[in-house]
């Protein structure tokens, strides 16, 4: 079975920065494109950022410039580097194996607040 592991959420100030480790198992992870989704209150889920088995990597406006997804294939860990966090960056961040059913983590809660 799936199973998709997330953490290094937590509190942070305005510009400051957090790292989120997503450890995967139950997949060929190297063969899997992994992506990071995030969830305001009251909004919609929406993809962050997303890596392809390659290392092709994609984001939405919002974090280009900050934020930069990498995997280690060797430890089967996806990760988020998120720098000059904003509040409007506070939502739980999901970890999701592309194009698989039931393949998300349980989230970890990133709060953006002086």
């Known amino acids: 079975q799936v199973q998709l592991a997330e953490s290094g959420g937590g509190l942070v100030q305005p510009g400051g920065s957090l790292r989120l480790s997503c450890a995967a198992s139950?997949?060929?992870?190297?063969?899997?494109?992994m992506a990071w989704y995030r969830q305001a209150p009251g909004k919609q889920r929406e993809l962050v950022a997303h890596i392809s088995r390659e290392g092709s990597t994609i984001y939405v406006d919002s974090v280009k410039g900050r934020f930069t997804i990498s995997r280690d294939n060797a430890e089967n860990t996806v990760y988020l580097q998120m720098n000059s966090l904003k509040p409007e960056d506070t939502a739980v961040y999901y970890c999701?194996?592309?194009?698989?059913?039931?393949?998300w983590g349980q989230g970890t809660q990133v709060t953006v607040s002086s």
């Open positions: 139950g997949i060929i992870f190297s063969r899997r494109a």
């Open positions: 999701h194996a592309e194009y698989l059913p039931n393949a």
